[in-house]
C-alpha cells in the first residue's frame, strides 16, 4: 500500500502527479514568500531554507523542469531533492488507497503543512514511521484518516492485538524562553554593534548576554540593549542591572576553540569547548572572528530554565490519555528537530555505562512508564535529525534510533522486541 522504494524512472510521474493533485501554485507561492522574508535578511537565510526545506526541494525540482523541461538522475541523487520525492512518492500511495474524503482531508493537511514547518515535520515524520513498518512487512492503517481513532498508525499483525502508534515530531524552539529566529536576529544586531571592537581585536572575549525571560519585543529596545553589551565589552566588566539584565565579561585564548576552516572560512567550533569557556551548556552563540587573531564568542541565554523536556513529556501524557485507546499495547515514536544522532548516541552511551549518572531523558522516560495510568504504553522511542541518504537500492538512512522499553507492562509482547534494529 505505502510506497517505499522509488525508482529513478518514476521520479518524473511521481513528480508531475503530485503537482496535478496537490497543486504546484501552494509551494511555489511559499517559497516566494520566504524569499521574501530573506530580502534584506540573509543572515536568516540558511534558517528558512532549513526550516522548510521540503518547500524549498519541491520548489528546485520545478524551477529545473521549467528550464531544461526534464531533471537529470544526478541532479536528485546528489542534491536534497529525494526527502521531498519520497514525501510526494508516500502521499501519492496513502491517496491512490484512500476514499473521497480522506484524500480532501489529506490534501488539506498538506496545504496547511506547506505553511508551517512544524506541521510539515511532523507530517514527513508520520510517513517515515509508517514506510518503516511496511519494510518490516507489516500491515497498517491510519486510524485518523478513517475516523477510527485519533492516534496516527495501527500496525495491525504484531502482538496479541496490534499495535498503536503515535508519531511527535519536537522542534527545539518547544519550551524554550529564546526561539532560533529571535536569536539570529539579535545576533545580526550584535554584530553590526561590535564591528568596530572587533576589528584590532587580539584577545578572546566570551560575552554571555542573560535576560531575566526573553528578548525585548521591539527593535528599538533590543538596540538599546545591543548597545548596553558594547558598553560592558569597552569598560571590560561584568555588570548585573536593575531590570534583571546580565552581561558577563571575561578573556580568554582565542585559538583554543578554533579547530580549523572549512573552505568558506568559517571557523569550525568545539561546543563543548565553548560551552567550557563561557561556562553556559547548548545556548545560543554567535563567534565573531577578528582579522587580528582574537575574536568574541557571544552567548544569548535565557534565566528561566528551558523546558524541552517538560513540554514534551506533557504533550506525551497528554496524548496517553486522550489519542491511544488503552484497550491495545501504545508505542511513541519521538522525533527531535534540531537534536543531532550524535547527541542521541552521547545519550544512549551515557545510560550503558554504569560509572555515569542517568540523564534528564532517562528519569523524564522512567517517570512517565513508571506510571500506573501509563501501563498500556510499551515504549518511547527517540529518533536523531541525522540526514537521510539514498541508496542504490533505493532506501535511505533515517539516523540514529534510542528505544526504550516498558516490559513490566501487562500488554507487553516479545513481538516489541527489536522493533528499530
Not at 118 to 142: G, P
Amino acid at each position: 500500500m505505502l510506497k517505499t522504494t522509488i525508482h529513478t524512472h518514476e521520479i518524473p510521474i511521481i513528480f508531475e502527479k503530485f503537482k496535478n493533485i496537490v497543486g504546484e501554485d501552494h509551494w511555489l507561492k511559499r517559497a516566494k514568500l520566504i524569499n521574501e522574508d530573506i530580502k534584506g535578511k540573509k543572515y536568516l537565510e540558511d534558517y528558512l531554507v532549513n526550516q522548510n526545506s521540503i518547500i524549498f526541494s519541491l520548489y528546485k525540482y520545478s524551477a529545473l523542469l521549467k528550464k531544461h523541461g526534464a531533471v537529470q538522475v544526478q541532479q536528485i541523487e546528489d542534491s536534497d531533492l529525494y526527502p521531498a520525492l519520497s514525501f510526494a512518492a508516500q502521499t501519492l500511495s496513502i491517496i491512490d488507497h484512500s476514499s473521497n474524503l480522506q484524500k480532501k482531508l489529506l490534501i488539506r493537511r498538506i496545504h496547511g503543512a506547506f505553511k508551517n514547518p512544524d506541521d510539515m515535520r511532523a507530517l514527513q515524520f508520520e510517513m517515515l514511521a509508517s514506510t518503516h513498518f511496511v519494510k518490516r512487512d507489516n500491515s497498517i492503517v491510519w486510524p485518523d484518516m478513517e475516523g477510527s481513532g485519533a492516534f496516527d498508525i495501527l500496525v495491525k499483525d504484531i502482538g496479541d492485538n496490534g499495535l498503536e502508534v503515535e508519531c511527535k515530531s519536537v522542534s527545539i524552539n518547544k519550551g524554550r524562553k529564546i526561539h532560533r529566529r529571535d536569536a539570529l536576529e539579535f545576533h545580526h544586531l550584535i554584530r553590526s554593534e561590535l564591528k568596530a571592537i572587533t576589528k584590532g581585536l587580539q584577545i578572546g572575549l566570551s560575552v554571555v548576554l542573560t535576560v531575566p525571560n526573553r528578548l525585548p519585543g521591539t527593535h528599538k529596545e533590543k538596540k538599546v540593549l545591543a548597545r548596553r553589551i558594547r558598553n560592558q565589552i569597552l569598560s571590560a566588566q561584568s555588570k548585573s542591572f536593575d531590570d534583571g539584565v546580565h552581561i558577563r565579561v571575561s578573556e580568554f585564548i582565542y585559538s583554543t576553540i578554533v579547530a580549523g576552516l572549512d573552505s568558506t572560512k568559517n571557523p569550525i567550533i568545539n561546543t563543548e569547548i565553548v560551552d567550557q569557556i563561557t561556562a553556559t551548556e547548548n545556548r545560543e552563540t554567535m563567534i565573531i572572528e577578528s582579522h587580528a587573531g582574537g575574536g568574541i564568542i557571544f552567548v544569548l541565554q535565557s534565566s528561566k530554565d528551558d523546558a524541552v523536556l517538560k513540554y514534551l513529556f506533557n504533550t506525551l501524557k497528554k496524548s496517553a490519555n486522550d489519542q491511544v485507546s488503552k484497550n491495545r499495547p501504545a508505542l511513541f515514536l519521538v522525533s527531535f528537530h534540531g537534536i543531532e544522532d550524535k547527541a542521541l548516541i552521547d545519550i544512549a552511551h551515557q545510560e550503558k555505562d554504569p560509572g555515569q549518572p542517568p540523564t534528564a531523558l532517562q528519569i523524564k522516560v522512567s517517570n512517565f512508564l513508571d506510571s500506573k495510568e501509563r501501563d498500556h504504553i510499551v515504549g518511547v522511542c527517540f529518533f536523531g535529525s541525522g540526514s537521510r541518504t539514498l541508496h542504490s537500492d533505493g532506501h535511505a538512512d533515517s539516523g540514529s534510533v534510542y528505544f526504550f522499553m516498558n516490559r513490566k507492562s501487562h500488554l507487553w509482547h516479545e513481538d516489541f522486541n527489536g522493533l528499530f534494529i
